[in-house]
């Protein structure tokens, strides 16, 4: 628990109302993230996993201002940044934190060159001289690996291949050396031969300019290979946070255990523990407060109906919303 | 290693062209790939082709004509005669085609071709403009609808439903009796008016498209006003299509001149529609009347239905750049 937080994130929630026209008055809510806590130190991976509709792209975006919290409050370098307003906050705010998308197809626009798509934070943020900002566009596009870089400078998206789109998207973000990332599944887009290729250049760069990054993915193996830290969301909920390898070892929520169980393992004598769980995600419309878990969990219990489970530290930086488990590691049932 | 990185970017710096010129090249390129799929339209070509003569027939034949044979004193000693305007004394009006008059006199004794070829870039004017503020005021209203949603979104639809169910000619019949109409104001009325029509409607949903990709969240990311996003991404990306509907929109201003010059409503020196009024209010488009006195409407009404013909067919010519369905394989 050393080392400067960079982002910390306290009890954010998003909800979006489901209306039926401009005039009406919202009546339901989709709780896409509820009551979320964590924070992340300089330089330091968090990643993000669940099943597709948990919430965690949601939880990017939302820190990112692209949409605006419900509730909550996030910290950034210190400074309180869960409603901007001012312009020069947000310049700052925005110069300092980038995403990338998940699709490099779509996340470039196919009317601009990689020189004008890479330069656009900069012109956005009006930073530096033109020559200036040439300059720095072709360091970052040979950092990426987009090499000779002036050969591609003046090229448009749909001349390249989906690696190197993906690179260029790195690039973009990383131009202006921010120091908090939101990474939406850059390699679940790509190829498996390329993804190896750009999760590494992506340790690389993080180790190199000593980022800090939210990395969502669907992908335990991919979280575990780049992320320092795990967290585990279901349906807007976190139900468990620990260190990749503690949480990857030692899974305590059902949860997890069921995502753990259905990672394949590439050896065919292999025998786990299968953890069956029932039925298919859900809904987060106006949930009950109740276990999100309830209603698929083999362990449910009369008390998971009644109430929500609290996250709780059991110990070594592993917390687990789950009523099988108690403070320092006390097993329940 | 950033030794190395350094150096290469110094000498790969001194190399570099200028980005202007660059764009220029991005520029020609791309229009040079349009051009290609463009001009593999049979339609597309023929539209171009009218377009064309019209143009060298208003913009170039009618001023060295005006200088040379149609000069004001020329003609004849005896009356200072002008083709346009002045009435012809040497026959009885209107004449038929003859070497003096290649598409013979009207009523007042004005020569055909002459009225033809002048009014010919007044009409290229008006459809232009016309279809310019139609277009800038669509791309605008469209993008910017597309973009806020919500209240601005809905009231803009609404009016967009508002016009297009307007009565459009009658409406115009209604303004040219209230106040002097010339050409110019004509252009600004009709794109003022299309403007908030269909073609708003059309961008929009264009505009919607283009707003739900990510680029423009990763632009949001970076701190992009509003503004700039509307300006730098989603005009761009709507901007072929806006082109496309100044073609189509060109066609409806013209046609729409002659539909209110013909019935004499406009504050205008000449027209093609006002050439048609002409014959028509001296008697000469009647019954059976109308075949005996060909000269007088045919070559007007020809060049409008060519005209605008041309531009619609340009129209789909282009839209066969822009949407890449429509191309043949």
Known sequence: ?333 | MTDSTNTTVETTEAKLESPISIRMKLMWRSFKENWKIFSQSKIGMIGLYIVIIFAVAGFIVYPILADTVWKTTSLNAMVSYNPVTGYDFLQNNPAPPSWAHLLGTDPLGRDILAQLLYSTPREFMLGIVAALITVIIGTLIGTIAAYFGGALDTFFMRVADIVLLFPFIPFLIVISGMMQVDLLTLALIIGLLSGFGGITIVLRSQALIVKSRPFIESAKVSGASDSYIIVNHIIPNVMPLSFLYMMFNVTGAIFSEAVLSFFGLLNIKMSWGLMIYTADTAGYIIGSNIWNYWWLWLPAGASITLLCGAFYFIGRGLDEVVNPRLRKR
């Not at chain 1, 310049?91 to 060159?113: A, C, G, V, Y």
């Not at chain 1, 072709?138 to 993906?166: C, N, T």
């Not at chain 1, 070892?249 to 025998?271: C, G, M, Q, R």
């Not at chain 1, 083999?298 to 917390?319: R, S, T, Y």
């Open chain 1, 1 to 333: 628990m050393s080392g400067e937080i960079v982002l910390k994130v306290e009890n954010l929630s998003k909800f979006f109302p489901m209306k039926k026209s401009v005039f009406s008055r919202a009546k339901h809510f989709l709780h896409a993230v509820d009551n979320l806590n964590f924070q992340i130190e300089k330089g330091k991976v968090l990643s993000l996993v669940g099943e597709s509709g948990c919430g965690k792209t949601t939880t990017g975006k939302t820190i990112l201002k692209l949409y605006e919290p419900t509730g909550g409050k996030i910290t950034f370098l210190g400074k309180d940044v869960t409603h901007l307003h001012e312009a020069e906050d947000k310049r700052w705010f925005h110069s300092k934190t980038q995403m990338i998308f998940q699709d490099p197809f779509e996340s470039l626009n196919p009317r601009k060159t990689i020189f004008d798509i890479v330069a656009e934070p900069m012109n956005i943020q009006n930073f530096g001289t033109l020559k200036k900002r040439e300059l720095m566009v072709m360091d970052i596009l040979k950092r990426v690996g987009i090499s000779p870089p002036d050969a591609f400078l003046w090229r448009y998206p749909h001349e390249l291949s989906g690696g190197q789109r993906q690179r260029v998207a790195i690039a973009r973000a990383l131009v202006m050396k921010p120091e908090f990332v939101v990474a939406d599944e850059p390699t679940s887009m790509l190829d498996v031969s390329i993804r190896t290729q750009v999760m590494k250049l992506m340790m690389e760069l993080i180790k190199e300019m000593n980022m800090s990054f939210l990395y969502i993915t669907h992908d335990l193996a991919v979280a575990r290979y780049m992320a320092d830290e795990i967290s585990v969301m279901y349906l807007g909920r976190m139900v468990e946070y620990a260190d990749s390898e503690e949480l990857i070892n030692n899974p305590l929520h059902p949860y997890t255990k069921a995502l753990i169980s259905a990672v394949p393992v590439p050896d065919p004598e292999f025998k786990r523990k299968s953890v069956e769980i029932k039925g298919g995600i859900g809904k987060p419309i106006d949930p009950l407060p109740r276990c999100r878990f309830y209603d698929r969990c083999p362990f449910a219990m009369e008390i998971c109906n009644q109430k929500e489970p609290e996250l709780v530290d059991v110990g070594q930086n592993h917390k687990v919303a789950c009523f099988l488990y108690k403070k320092d590691g006390d097993t329940v049932a």
